[in-house]
């Protein structure tokens, strides 16, 4: 095994059903941030115009003729020996001493193809979320998946082309401290995202506190269709599977000195001098899942030349340590695909609705249409399409959500609840019980926090009672992750200005440990939370002050009183916007 291998929708313009009494377009999210007649009379907000359209998709026939091109051109690649420097692409690390199964077993498995005219290589991969493909850096690093790849999903064999969903993953993301030089490859890990959502089952990644699941001597799984033997440069035509035990940290580091890196990396198989003495990864299976318990602990990565040696064990990216950025790559919500969250907000004196795009430290401004009747709008993505969702609220009480169909490109809704005009607070910070769905959370008249766990498709399970002293915040915000661990986070207004955060702790029965104090903000009217505004994984808040200037502060990942970094300025004249997204 080794690591060198690789193994025109529409527009934002919103058009959707919702209560009689509003027009086209909506209002805007936080709940309770409507500003005086004075204000609404303010200046429009000062940012550049700018405009946003979603990429067209490639032909199917045009990514299944990249598939039959590629496996043409792999039959004819050779792994190359440990350690050695660049980049060509060649086939990647699967399983000796495996067994072969059903793609029913493991259905979030994915093929990667790849050809760009030069040369083609074959990756595995896992599907973490309906769009959203983990794999190793480097089938991913350097290359142009969306002029020259497809993913299969939902095949068993290699073979069968046609058999499987194909799939245009037209945006890509490489951890930015990956490291391939010297053959052994650090922070080995990417995300695809795919145009389409696929039908299959997503594998649930691990929680990064999940550290009991790397004990030495734990079974886990691999999954490939890569090389069955150390003498045959074949890859399988069939999915393979075997069971690993997990090694120690210190057994590894023993049989690869310094290649080896504590907390990046983790090891696993069974070795020796034959192919009947080893269990393990070889070339053909790079970016596959290593899985315990049912969750993605590992992504296959490096090995040694045709993958049999005496303490020669598979080398697989801790998942562990990449569960933050894992998670703010699937989770990601924007309006025009770039993994940044963009914002949308009102203006009041004439209830125009612009989207602002960010630029990571600005923004570019778009019209979004008009809105009446609505008083609460939350930017989410409640089925991981990777189309942005909307929660809306109607002056009569009732909830929506409201979605993109991608098959006819057109908005749809759907009322999820009634009665809650009352509702303090309404907000979707994201998952909040670590199932992998986006959940809501809620503040009823009486300050009582409400979870509603989702279940993916835009209904909700029974509701849970998480707590009291609501009515003691002014503001509650959250969307994604402010503490950089891979759990979604809310920030709250109390009185005299005090932030506080309440760190998410992935449970349904608690979900968040004890506030912590983390700023005065006594400036601020509004707080708003979109998610990763700068696109660095972390969550990040904007804060308009009482004399319209709107600031982003940037999430630091820290925690703790340093959670947000220097602020930017990103617009003056926000005080004529009654409502932000």
């Not at 933050?324 to 949308?344: C, E, G, M, S």
Request: charged share 20%; with cysteine; hydrophobic share 35%.
């Amino acid at each position: 095994m080794h690591i060198r291998t690789r193994g025109g929708k529409h527009s934002r313009r919103l058009k959707l059903a919702v209560p009689a009494v509003a027009v086209t377009v909506l209002a805007l999210v936080g709940a309770g941030l409507t500003m005086s007649s004075s204000q609404a009379e303010e200046p429009v907000l000062t940012v550049k115009a700018g405009a946003v359209e979603r990429p067209t998709a490639p032909s199917d026939a045009e990514l299944r003729e990249r598939v039959v091109n590629a496996a043409q051109a792999d039959r004819k690649a050779l792994a190359p020996s440990k350690l050695n420097a660049g980049d060509d692409p060649v086939p990647a690390p699967m399983v000796i001493g495996g067994t072969e199964t059903s793609i029913s077993t493991a259905p979030w498995m994915a093929q990667l193809w790849y050809n760009d005219g030069t040369g083609g290589f074959f990756c595995g991969g896992v599907v973490i979320a309906p769009t959203k493909i983990a794999t190793a850096a480097h089938c991913v690093k350097g290359l142009d998946w969306a002029a020259n790849g497809t993913v299969v999903t939902g095949a068993g064999s290699t073979e069968a082309i046609g058999t499987g969903e194909e799939n245009w993953a037209y945006r890509q993301w490489t951890h930015p401290l990956y490291n391939g030089a010297t053959g052994a490859a650090d922070n080995d890990i990417a995300v695809l995202t795919l145009f389409n959502p696929v039908t299959v089952k997503p594998l649930p990644v691990m929680s990064k506190t999940d550290t009991a699941l790397y004990a030495a001597g734990t079974q886990a799984k691999v999954y490939g269709w890569g090389r069955t033997s150390s003498t045959d440069n074949e890859i399988s035509t069939t999915l393979r599977t075997a069971t690993l035990p997990i090694v120690s940290d210190a057994t590894c580091a023993n049989s690869y000195g310094s290649d080896f890196k504590a907390g990046h990396m983790v090891c696993a198989g069974k070795t020796g001098a034959t192919d009947a003495e080893t269990t393990g990864a070889c070339n053909g299976d790079s970016g596959g899942p290593l899985v315990v318990g049912g969750k993605l602990v590992g992504i296959v990565s490096w090995g040694i030349t045709d993958c049999v040696g005496k303490g020669a064990y598979s080398v697989f990216t801790k998942v562990s340590t990449y569960v933050p950025a894992i998670n703010a790559r699937a989770y990601d919500t924007n309006q025009n695909w770039d993994h940044r969250a963009d914002l949308l907000a009102r203006k009041a004196s004439t209830n125009t609705l612009y989207e602002f795009i960010s630029t990571g430290s600005g923004m570019t401004k778009g019209d979004f249409g008009t809105g009446n009747g609505i008083n609460v709008l939350l930017q989410t993505d409640l089925n991981r399409d990777d189309y942005q969702d909307l929660l809306v609220r109607g002056s009569d009480g009732s909830l929506y959500w409201d979605w993109i169909n991608p098959a006819t490109q057109e908005w749809e809704s759907k009322r999820i609840a009634t009665g809650w005009g009352s509702r303090k607070q309404i907000l979707a910070p994201g998952d909040l019980t670590s199932d992998g769905h986006p959940d809501i959370l809620s503040t009823d008249s009486a300050g009582v926090f409400w979870l509603y766990p989702g279940k993916g498709n835009g209904s909700f399970g029974s509701r849970v009672k998480i707590g009291g002293g609501g009515l003691a915040y002014s503001m509650v915000r959250g969307s994604g992750d402010f503490t950089n661990d891979g759990k979604a986070d809310i920030i709250a207004r109390a009185s005299g200005g005090k932030i506080y955060l309440f760190p998410g702790t992935g449970k349904a029965s608690a979900p968040f440990a004890s506030k912590v104090l983390v700023r005065t903000w006594d400036v601020a009217n509004a707080l708003v939370t979109t998610g990763d505004f700068s696109g660095d994984g972390v969550a990040d808040i904007i804060v308009r002050v009482k004399t319209g200037e709107l600031y982003l502060y940037p999430g630091t990942g820290q925690g703790n009183s340093n959670i947000f970094g220097a602020r930017k300025l990103l617009g003056t004249g926000a005080a004529g916007y009654n409502l932000f997204g």
